[in-house]
């Protein structure tokens, strides 16, 4: 059974920056790993998305300030995020596709306020 694990969320004043992790228990082969996030109130929405080849896409949002990448040897996919703002302040979840099914993790809470 493959589980996601995410780390790194917390509080942290306008400006600053986070980093968040996501783990899988196992080695898997993803066609795609995604950050989502959710602030109260509001629908899910998609952050970040690093395809298998490498490729990455961003919402328009978080694009200049946000960067996903991923370490194969620790099986860990990160979210790097600077320039936080109040608007980024929600729960961050990570998302792997593979050709089989798709994982959730179980969402890290960042809360951006000074």
């Known amino acids: 059974q493959v589980q996601l694990v995410e780390s790194g969320g917390g509080s942290v004043q306008p400006g600053g920056s986070l980093r968040l992790s996501c783990e899988t228990s196992?080695?898997?082969?993803?066609?795609?790993t995604m950050w989502h996030r959710q602030a109260p109130g509001k629908q899910r929405e998609l952050v970040a998305r690093?395809?298998?080849?490498?490729?990455?896409d961003y919402a328009i949002s978080v694009k200049g300030r946000f960067t996903i990448s991923r370490d194969n040897a620790k099986n860990t996919v990160y979210l790097q995020m600077n320039s936080l703002t109040p608007k980024d302040t929600a729960v961050y979840y990570c998302n792997i596709i593979t050709i089989q099914r798709e994982y959730w993790g179980q969402g890290t809470q960042v809360t951006v306020s000074s």
């Open positions: 196992g080695s898997i082969f993803s066609i795609a």
């Open positions: 690093i395809a298998s080849g490498g490729n990455t």
